[in-house]
């Protein structure tokens, strides 16, 4: 993911970016730069360098370089290889120059008609399209900075968050947002931009979110934003952003903090990365069609949580995707002999991308030399999983600071579902079913919001768990993992021993265990699998067990003295693991927190497994 920052102030701004950029180097990036209207001469100084920030400052060191109003970039490739000519800001004659985040998927179309109007292009960016149709409209037109930018993005299709400065108005700076996120902070005589809020924290605790389709001007004395062509007003919220990430705020643990954060992360794991019709796939970066072309299937392999991801997505890719699929534990994958197909994509899942058997096994994988490429899911873009696969897609779940892992799981099945149905593109699917997929996508960040209203609910049933030594969960198709990793947080926070079984497996061993002391705990959607589901269940109240359902609101579940029914709103089939997991999530902290156990550092774990 880029980052950007900008500021315009009364004093020299070089290093207020420049320690921006270094705030956002967790988001991952090829390279760097950083453009300043020269107080002086009133030229556009631009300074880029490949690699990281500090490549960038070193350049900076070697000669005189300021100005009080400025923009910096740092890039993540997805079009044109990392270097510096391929690096932002890009500049168009020299007078304007723009930073750019997100993908602009017409800029081909927006090329060529440059192209044949005069302009020479000296990147393979899709950015640089859009620099020089602002300087077309400023140029041709005679239209003010601003004015140019509300015409060009109605040209545009595709996700951005852009930052413009200008010769001709060296007292601002033009910003507009769409799919791609954009906060501006507030100052005394002096107003700042960036994708993160974490940039400007050592500038400003006040700030304010842009929205989507808003366009803002920023000068030292004040800001103006517009939204369809309407002057519109945003909240300015005070927070230090430092900090944000190491507080608990209102929750009394992280690990609640952390689970009623998902629907913002998700938001930001999604931004950027769908429009409102279909994924952008070059947010995998510059290698990713190439290899996605070859793909005929996919080896997924992870650890713990992540793996339970990994089962999820083999469901979605073989039944969306139809396309043959493998998941195996990274401590066992190197003990195997692995038979790898043709065609055969190696996927990573890591929350902390450090975990020493999901890093083995990447390295065994290249050894062989037998995939068709390497693909990190991952939630640090500096990690050593990132760094040694050819390419990832980032999760931005931010800080996860909780032993166990929630909005790192849900943001992780997040990104397995975009690379489901880029691949799925080149199964069959239709674009009708793609851009269906893509609204139910768009509607998630809600659906988990409402989801997350059922806390109070969850820990009334909580409280007839807590005194429980033993517990089952049951999960049919798609929910078998889900059931799993609900499984997995009981016994890691609350250390109630809790298995999870298919089912449909109950006759077949299970069964014997049940008995009123057992509490059943089963994830119902409204899919096919429900009647198969509702008879399993019915063996189980036909035994005195306890049932504990977490059913869609139109499965038809009553409660009675043996089952009690927690109602979750409906959802689309694609996106059930994601809504299902959270009440599971908030049920173990429940129970351990009733149990008293240290919810966020549970005994014998760590967050990142980096010993075999």
Known sequence: MCGIVGA???????????????????????????????????????????????????????????????????????HGE????????????????????????????????????????????????VVHLIHQACSTQGLTLLDAVKQTVKKLHGAYGLCVISTNEPDKIVVARSGSPLVIGVGIGENFIASDALALGQVTDRFMYLEEGDIAELTLKEVKIWNADKRVQRVVTHITSEIAEVEKG????????????????IRN???????????????????????????????????????HAGMITKYWLENIAKLSSQIDIASDYRYRNIIVQPGTLFVTISQSGETADTLAA???????????GHLAICNVATSSLVRESDFCLLTTAGREIGVASTKAFTTQLCALLLLTLVLARRTGMSDETEQKHVRDLNALSGLVSRTLLLDKQIKLVAKSLMDKHHALFLGRGV????????????????????????????????????????????????????????????E?????????????????????????????????DILSPIIYTIPLQLLAYHVAIFKGTDVDHPRNLAKSVTVE
């Open 8 to 78: 315009v102030a009364q004093r020299d701004v070089s290093g207020i970016l420049l320690e921006g950029l270094r705030r956002l180097e967790y988001r991952g990036y090829d390279s760097a730069g950083m453009a300043l209207l020269d107080a002086r001469t009133n030229d556009i100084d631009c300074i880029k360098a490949t690699g990281k920030v500090a490549k960038l400052e070193e350049s900076m060191a070697q000669r005189p370089f300021e100005g009080r109003i400025g923009i910096a970039h740092t890039r993540w490739a997805t």
């Open 82 to 129: 990392p270097s510096e000519r391929n690096a932002h800001p890009h500049l168009s004659a020299g007078r304007i120059a723009l930073v750019h985040n997100g993908i602009i998927e017409n800029y081909q179309a927006l090329r060529q008609e440059l192209v044949a109007q005069g302009y020479v292009f000296s990147s393979e960016t899709d950015t640089e399209a």
């Open 250 to 265: 209102e929750y009394g643990h992280f690990m609640l903090k952390e689970i009623h954060e998902q629907a913002q992360v």
């Open 269 to 307: 794991t999604l931004n950027g990365r769908i429009s409102d019709t279909h994924v952008l796939e070059e947010a995998f970066g510059v290698k990713s069609r190439a290899i996605f072309d070859k793909v005929q299937q996919v080896q997924i392999v992870a650890c713990g949580t992540s793996y």
């Open 362 to 372: 990447l390295r065994y994988a290249k050894e062989s030399g037998a995939y068709v």
């Open 479 to 538: 929910q078998y993992p889900v059931a799993k990793e609900g499984a997995l947080k009981l016994k890691e926070i609350s250390y109630i021993h809790a298995e999870a079984y298919p089912a449909g497996e109950l006759k077949h061993g299970p069964l014997a265990l049940v008995d009123e002391k057992m509490p059943v705990i089963a994830v119902a959607p409204n899919d096919e699998l429900l009647g198969k589901l509702k008879g399993n269940l019915a």
């Open 540 to 572: 189980v109240s036909a035994r005195g067990g306890k049932l504990f359902v977490f059913a869609d609101e139109s499965a038809g579940f009553e409660n009675d003295r043996n089952c009690k029914v927690v109602n979750v709103p409906s959802v689309p």
